[in-house]
């Protein structure tokens, strides 16, 4: 059992490092962590696109002064 923790976190630190010190693991990472972002803001603005089929409802529609 601790020779299999010790094992899975040297494998992983190593993956760690791999990643972080190669130009295309560099690239991969970041790649994916804007990927991440695209997805979570996607998800964000999912119940305003349910609603109002992507315009979010705000409180300026109900101001007779703002213009539409």
Partial sequence: MIR???FTGIVASALVL???ITPMGRAVT???LV???EVS???LRLPCWIV???KCFTLDRLDTTCPQ
Avoid: F, N, Y
Wanted: no cysteine; hydrophobic share 45%.
């Fill in 4 to 6: 299999r923790r010790l």
């Fill in 18 to 20: 791999a990643t972080l």
């Fill in 30 to 32: 970041l790649a994916s």
């Fill in 35 to 37: 990927r991440v972002a």
């Fill in 41 to 43: 803001s996607k998800v």
């Fill in 52 to 54: 109002d089929h992507s």
